[in-house]
């Protein structure tokens, strides 16, 4: 992905630096000037670093949610909006690549690491749990967010309170979370059922095919507050969910360099704005992440 960029970007400075070297009918400076601009920004960089790359190339593929409120939701027309969101169109203004030259992938839980092995995408944000696992096939620059898996019941549910009360129960959750996993590991006397994404649990929360969808607090918290008449979010988190950026596993001057936009913007106030932006309404302000520098 990265490359193609690059190699595109390439040839449209060459071109650019053609015409310029030609002038134009009017006399003109505005190819040359573009050329100039393109070229000082890749500069700011690294020479061969992926910065560099997409500095030049003017846009980014990012991955990230497109069926959960607050984080990453894609309205029916539009682009996605949230939290995660945010941070990725801040990720990008620090490329000097403007919002509207992002492309948003739709990335669920089961494609966050096979899109950025094969380059679908440059980055993933996408509620996207840091841990070792995921640590031996992509990188992660982070956390920017600290959650929680938490359950979720219809509002009129007076059996479950906490992940004690899951014994045969049906719980929702999706295939290749950490959420799904944590369930299949310390509570065996429950019933997973897997989908793809977790608003493909809503409806069988409904019907009464399953009793609970767990997943991260955040989450389950913008699905109450579309539907608070239906749903409500019991006892409290059970476990530390650290969200990460996800990028490719050898690339550790991306992840650095992302590491220092991310330290920038919890000091500068970027961060604690875009969390009111999407999610200050709903949920209380939380506390500054410690970045994760850790060696692969």
Same mark, same amino acid.
């Given at each position: ?41 890749? &500069?700011?960089?690294? *020479? ?9 190339? &003017?846009?980014?593929?990012? &991955? ?11 309205? !029916? ?12 169109? @801040? @990720? ?67 059996? @479950? ?13 999706? *295939? ?51 539907? !608070?008449?239906? =749903? ?5 988190? =059970?476990?530390? *969910?650290?969200? &990460? ?40 302000? !939380? *506390? ?9």
């Amino acid at each position: 992905m990265i490359r193609r960029k690059a190699a595109v970007a390439a040839l449209g400075v060459a071109a650019a630096a053609m015409l310029a070297a030609c002038g134009s009918d009017d006399g003109s400076e505005t190819d040359d000037s573009m050329a100039g601009d393109d070229a000082m920004a890749a &500069g700011d960089f690294p *020479e061969g670093s992926t910065m560099a790359a997409l500095a030049e190339a &003017g846009s980014i593929t990012i &991955g990230t949610k497109f069926d959960q409120p607050l984080f990453g939701l894609k309205p !029916p027309s539009g682009d996605p909006v949230g939290f995660d969101v945010s941070i990725g169109k @801040i @990720i990008a203004s620090e490329l000097g690549i403007d919002e509207d030259s992002i492309e948003w992938v739709e990335t669920v839980s089961a494609n966050r690491e096979p899109f950025i092995e094969d380059g679908s995408v440059d980055i993933v944000v996408a509620t996207y749990t840091i841990n070792d696992d995921r640590k031996e096939l992509v990188s992660f620059a982070g956390p920017y967010y600290n959650a929680g898996q938490a359950l979720m019941v219809m509002v009129d549910n007076e059996d @479950i309170a906490s992940p004690d009360d899951l014994a045969g129960k049906k719980v929702c959750s999706v *295939e290749g979370s950490t959420p799904a996993a944590n369930i299949e590991e310390n509570y065996p006397d429950a019933e997973l059922s897997l989908f793809a994404a977790y608003g493909d649990c809503l409806d069988p929360l409904r019907n009464g095919q399953v009793d609970v969808v767990t997943t991260d607090n955040v989450i389950l918290a913008g699905y109450v507050d579309q539907y !608070p008449d239906e =749903f409500k979010v019991v006892g409290e988190p =059970f476990t530390e *969910e650290p969200y &990460g950026i996800g990028l490719a596993h050898d690339d550790t001057e991306f992840r650095m360099w992302i590491n220092d936009v991310l330290e920038e913007i919890f000091e500068d106030g970027r961060w604690l704005e875009a969390w009111n932006e999407n999610v200050g309404d709903i949920l209380p302000e !939380p *506390e500054v992440p410690t970045v994760d520098r850790y060696e692969n």
